[in-house]
């Protein structure tokens, strides 16, 4: 094959020039191999190769509050173990750094604890980590299987380490993988221990990161970390669902792992809370980081939990609990009665319950547990989550709080004793895992369940009492899914130029900037949006997807039970038409 006849400034020398380098440093030779064909067919020509190499060397992957994640693939805008390498060695500099800061001679080096889930490479990336952290003098701990996310952030208060990192995507596309970071023991102030990073220690790290030399130079020690025991596992259990005593739960509960590493951990879970009539999905009981029975491995997509369903009508469930892959988040369903079209009941059938309306379920239940008890107690959720949670706390006496999204900031707020995020994610024991946690959560919906069909009463039921007392609560999203990311910064500058004058009938009384100063919390990007009735919008980029999303809530008045069914038809009206409204705000 002819060479192209290229001159002498033709950008593409130089493209060819770095990915060349970067596969005679990279110690994968899947990846290198990888690289080298997609250089190869891009210095013959091919177009298609040229742009994915431009693409994968336009730049570096930004370490931020959520780590790294991004497609496994050669060069710096993917994950592979050059990348890795490198971020392990940058967070090695700077934990090092800070513990000796604030050692005050204490004698014992730093101390970390990696884990990780089943996706592709996940177990490669965890041991380059704990190779170059040993390097460095830290006493390392590697997990000895794949396992679940809450079992790492646990082990990080347990075991009093500086930093843990999980290497995972979560919930993303079977092609990604990722990295997160906590910082705990001398590493960071005592209320953030065991909690992922945020500002201004995503910087710190990614300072040190970017000077790390050559890749063939941070130093990678052969052995000296140690692999925990098998029995790590239950060592969390113990401490976040210690056996209950009670048996012959007679609640039978569809389990779904979502072929992640969850269905074990969350399985024996429930065993020890006393419920013995789990049926797992077989399809997806075994972990496969291909995901090969769902399109998208997030139990909050369309059709994610078709087997589930399918599972629970052939056995006669109570209750459909979903994992994600890394069992850090819970989706719950539950039996519904379907009507027909003459009125009366027909089949059953199920529905998923939005992440607000379990963060209310459990948050109810946690007010009535810490009835009489609640001086110094603080409940809180994310600015993208429902008001609902505010005033059952303010009913109950209770602080509460909102936070910016994610759990880096949820778990951070001092006197937590509950907290979530719409996103199916939920902290019930926040002095043991200083992050979302899936595992104890379903235990925690499992048990509301049994504990209401005891008293002749359903999740619903409760859900209808909330309803009445504090106003229905109705939540919806739009998310718009983007090619070019340029067009997120671009939809929201517009929408803060020209903001909608009323949305769902309502006049919009309120838009806040929460870049602002003043908008009450840290700066990050979005607006946030009220009108005259109280319906809210948060609009903000995706912190982990190309997606700019916009959090849509409606409150109704409900005088009685007889007036909910109208109530909830008319939310979801008003909520449609908010989300045509938005649409034609963004110029979509």
């Not at 939005?354 to 459990?362: M, Q």
């Not at 989300?579 to 034609?584: D, G, H, Q, S, T």
């Amino acid at each position: 094959m002819t060479t192209p006849h290229r001159t002498a400034a033709d950008p593409l020398d130089d493209l060819l020039a770095a990915a060349r380098a970067w596969s005679a440093a990279d110690p994968d030779p899947v990846t290198r191999a990888e690289l080298d064909a997609l250089t190869e067919a891009a210095g013959a020509g091919d177009g298609a190769a040229r742009e994915e190499l431009a693409d994968r060397f336009s730049g570096s992957l930004q370490f931020g509050t959520a780590g790294l994640r991004a497609a496994l693939g050669a060069g710096p805008m993917r994950m592979n173990r050059v990348v890795v390498l490198r971020a392990a060695a940058g967070l090695a500099a700077h934990v090092t750094a800070v513990t000796v800061d604030s050692a005050a001679g204490s004698g014992r080096p730093p101390r970390a604890v990696v884990g990780y889930d089943a996706r592709h490479n996940s177990d490669v990336f965890a041991r380059d980590t704990a190779a170059v952290l040993t390097a460095a003098g830290i006493e390392t701990m590697l997990m000895p299987s794949a396992l679940p996310t809450p079992v790492l952030a646990w082990a990080v208060r347990a075991f009093d380490a500086e930093v843990g990192v999980m290497v995972t995507a979560s919930h993303n596309p079977p092609a990604d993988n990722g990295y997160k970071v906590y910082l705990g023991g001398r590493a960071v102030e005592p209320a953030a221990r065991g909690c992922q990073i945020v500002a201004p220690y995503d910087r710190m790290i990614a300072q040190q990161i970017a000077a790390v030399g050559p890749v063939q130079e941070i130093p990678r020690a052969e052995d000296g970390w140690s692999v925990l025991p098998a029995s790590i596992a239950r060592d969390y259990l113990d401490a976040v669902v210690p056996a209950s005593g009670r048996t012959g739960r007679p609640l039978r509960i569809v389990l779904t792992p979502m072929h992640g590493v969850g269905g074990a951990t969350t399985t024996e879970a429930l065993r020890r809370a006393g419920f013995a009539d789990v049926h797992v999905v077989a399809e997806q009981a075994e972990p496969d980081p291909d995901f090969p029975t769902v399109a998208f491995p997030n139990p909050e997509e369309p059709g994610a939990l078709d087997l589930a369903l399918a599972a629970a009508r052939a056995v006669g469930a109570d209750l459909v609990l979903a994992n994600d892959p890394d069992a850090d988040r819970v989706a719950v369903a539950v039996p519904v009665t379907v009507p027909v079209a003459d009125g009366s009941a027909g089949a059953q059938g199920w529905r998923m319950l939005r992440g607000d309306e379990v963060g209310a379920l459990l948050g109810h239940a946690a007010a009535e547990r810490l009835a009489g008890r609640t001086r110094g107690a603080v409940f809180a959720n994310s600015i993208v989550s429902s008001r609902l949670l505010g005033r059952i706390a303010a009913a109950a006496g209770i602080e509460h709080r909102e936070t910016l999204t994610g759990f880096k900031w949820i778990a951070r707020v001092p006197g937590l004793v509950y907290g979530y995020e719409e996103a199916l994610g939920y902290c019930v024991a926040p002095e043991l895992v200083k992050d979302k946690d899936g595992i104890s959560a379903a235990v925690a919906v499992a048990v509301l369940a049994d504990d209401l069909r005891a008293e002749g009463r359903t999740l619903q039921d409760v859900l209808d009492d909330l309803a009445l007392a504090h106003g229905l609560h109705s939540t919806d999203q739009l998310s718009v899914r983007v090619a070019d990311l340029a067009l997120i910064p671009a939809m929201t500058t517009a929408l803060r130029a020209a903001p909608p004058a009323a949305l769902g009938g309502s006049e919009v009384v309120e838009v806040a900037d929460l870049s602002s100063p003043d908008s009450g919390l840290p700066p990050t990007e979005g607006l946030r949006l009220r009108t005259r009735d109280d319906t809210r919008v948060v609009v903000r980029p995706s912190g982990t997807e190309p997606k700019l999303k916009c959090y849509l809530e409606v409150v109704t008045p409900v005088a009685d039970r007889a007036g909910l069914p109208a109530a909830r038809a008319e939310a979801a009206r008003t909520l449609e038409r908010i989300r045509a409204e938005l649409r034609a705000a963004l110029g979509l």
